[in-house]
Every structure is written in C-alpha cells, then in structure tokens.
C-alpha cells in the first residue's frame, strides 16, 4: 500500500477542488487533489456557463466579487483562457410586481459595490431591439458575462498541476479516518493519503463525506435543463433572463460568439448522483422553447441541435456548504452550491485556501456554515461509512 502525504488534501476535482488546489500551491502549501472521474467532468464542465452576480444573495456579493475580480486576469494568473467575455447580464421582467423587486435588488446592492441599472421599456428597446413585446423592464449588470465551462475547472486542474499540486484523476475516495493529529483518506484502489488538512469539494457527494464526520446535510440532487441551437448571426450580447417568481417561466439564454443559442430554465430534472446520469426531460425543453419564443421571438425558428444536464447538489435554503466543519479540526468543506456556483469557482478556492492556509478569511462565509445544519448532526460514521454505498435521492 502506498502512503503520500501533502499539507493538504483536497477531494473532488470540480472547479471549487481545482481552483482551491491552484490557490493553496500559490501560498505555498503542498496539496493532492483526487477526482473520481476527470478533472471538471461533473457540474464544473456541463453548465450553463453564466458569470453573474446580480441576483444572488446579497451576503455572498462580498465572495461573488472576489470571483469577479479574480475572472478579470483569469488567463494572466492561469496561463489558459477559459473565453470569459464580460458582456452584461440582462434581466427582464413580464410585470410591475417583478419590476419592483428588481428595484428593491439594485437599491441594496449598492452597498455591496455591484451597480445595476433599470431600464425601462423605451431604454430596452433601443438598447437591446432583439427583446419582444412583452418585457416592460429590465435590469442591467454591465460587468457579468459567460465563460466556457468546459475549459475553466480542467484549466484551474493544470495550472495547479503545474505549480506542483499533485493531481489525481479516476481516484475515488471512501473514506477519511482520523490518525492522530492527522487525516487518512482512502481511496478505492487501496492507496492511502495523509494530511493535516482535508478539504471537501465533492459537489453533489459532498454529504456521503461529511456525514462521516458526523455531520449530515439534506442536500438532493437535481439536473437544470440546457439545450443548445444551430448558429445564427450574432445578435445577442449579453446573457439574458427572465426575473419571474413562476418556474414554468425561468428561461435564461447566451449567445456564442461562433452564433448557437445556449439556453436553459424551467423546472429540474431528475438527477442520480450514485449512477451518476441527469436526464433531460422532452416536455422540458419544449416548455423553454415556448418561453424562450416569449422573451426573443426571432430565436423560434431555430433548431435544437443538443440537450444535457448534469448533477447539481442543492440544499433547503439554496446556499451553499463552505467553511470550516464545526465538529472537526482541519476539516474543511465547500460543496451542494445549489446551481449558481461557476461564477463563484475561481473565489471560492481563493477564501478557501486563505481559510487552510491562515486560519481565517477577509471574504464573510459564515452564512454557509454546515453549523447551520447542526439540527441534523448524527454520530460519527467515519471509518465504516462508504461513498460508494451512498444514494442521493431525486426530489
Ligand atoms: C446544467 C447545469 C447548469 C448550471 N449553470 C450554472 C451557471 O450558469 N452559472 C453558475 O454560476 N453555476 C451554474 N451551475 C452550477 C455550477 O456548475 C456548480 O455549482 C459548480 O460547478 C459546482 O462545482 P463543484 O466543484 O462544487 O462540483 P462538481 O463540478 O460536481 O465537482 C465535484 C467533483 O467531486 C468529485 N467527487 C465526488 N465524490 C468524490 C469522491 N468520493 N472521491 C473523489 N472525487 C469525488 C466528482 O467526481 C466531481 O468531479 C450549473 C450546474 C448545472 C449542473
């Protein structure tokens, strides 16, 4: 049995696992990185690609903007480019109801240095005259955009590879036991990793870890639904969506620049995260073509050439698992970011490998807490537990 040791071990090679790996060589600590399949493969890979802030909870504009900052130089600090281009992000609304909650956002995110504008029909239309008939408003974030999610993880990968992260793929982990003041985490062709620090970025598997640690959390696994169409002539800069409380209705699109429609919304569909498939359910792709016809009628002729999703982990409050474990020292977690955590990849491995490396972060993650879920907390499991044996339920 081979033993390698590192100051910290990080488990799951999506963008969070990669970029967390890349950000800890820069402080110079030594890290292995082990992905079951290859690096970015899962949700990291197959998303929609949107770079957006506005939006989201406003507590986590601090972690979103530090993202921000860091997509900005992305191919300066990695060597790779991962196409992040930063064309806005257009929000539009059906009613006034809607309008008015998107005033309230702009107004309070002020205070987290992220500035939308309202505009309103006649500003939309002659701004952005793809948009059809219905939308009264919108809201503009001039600086989110798109990136290539096939390219960003695998790249954060290399880079870390390359600053001499050891990186191993088709890996899985089984288990993490404690060996006195260290961890040892065993994977499934018997090799043995030693560290003082375990870092946990398994996405929607997160929980069959933790809960070895005693700390269980209800998060599920669903697929967002993604199509993608034949080229049409660029027309459509910016990334846009529809603001609506009615789910049937969530349609959000971007334009490549080589011309296809990427576009997604509408209800999940189911997700298994112990076979590891996400269907694609017809009737969904049809409900977003309608919507979609709605928002740009012009995109309504266009053939659909590919649909996909991938396996998201959510948790009951849509935030995501990320900081410290609260039962276990040098335990670290950052896992189920609930659909919207591409945008917050290249941050989230920064605070990350700030929090292992100093013992704290300048960026506030306390309302991520797993502590949150302490309700739930059940013995300790470790050194019996199986990720193989676990099963992530579809909602
Ligand atoms: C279809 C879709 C569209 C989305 N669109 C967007 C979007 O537009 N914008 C946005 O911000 N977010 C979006 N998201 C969400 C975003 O993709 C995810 O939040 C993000 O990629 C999560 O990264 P991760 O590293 O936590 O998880 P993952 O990419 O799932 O990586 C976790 C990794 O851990 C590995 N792993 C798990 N268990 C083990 C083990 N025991 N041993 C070894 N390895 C293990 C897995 O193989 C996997 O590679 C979307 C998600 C999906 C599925």
Partial sequence: MTRQQADVIVIGGGFMGASAAFFLRQRGRSVILIERDLVGQQASGVNFGNVRRQGRFLPQLPLANRSREIWGRLDELIGEDAEFIPT???????????????????????????DLEILGRN?????????GPEPIAAIYSPRDGHANPRLAAPAFGRAAARAGAQVFEQTEVLSITKAGEDFEVGCSDGRVFRSPAVLVTAGAWGNALSEQF??????????????????MPYAIEPVVGLATAKEKEVIYLRQVTRGNIVFGGGPRGPAHADIRRAYVLPQNTLGQLVQLQRLIPALGSLSIIRTWSGIEGYLPDDLPIMGPSAREPGLYYAFGFCGHGFQLGP??????????DRGETTTPIEPFSIARFASETAAPTHATSSVQAMETSPR
Avoid: N, S, W
Wanted: charged letters at 25%; a negative charge.
């Fill in 347 to 356: 941050g989230v491995g920064d605070v990350m490998a700030e929090l292992i």
């Fill in 123 to 131: 500003a939309l239309k002659a701004r952005f005259p793809f948009v």
């Fill in 88 to 114: 806005g992000y257009l929000r539009l609304c059906y009613c006034k109801e809607q309008l008015g909650r998107l005033e309230q956002y702009a107004a309070d995110a002020k205070a987290y240095d992220l």
């Fill in 214 to 231: 005693g700390e269980p959390v209800p998060i599920v696994a669903r697929g967002p639904q993604m199509a993608v169409t034949e080229p």
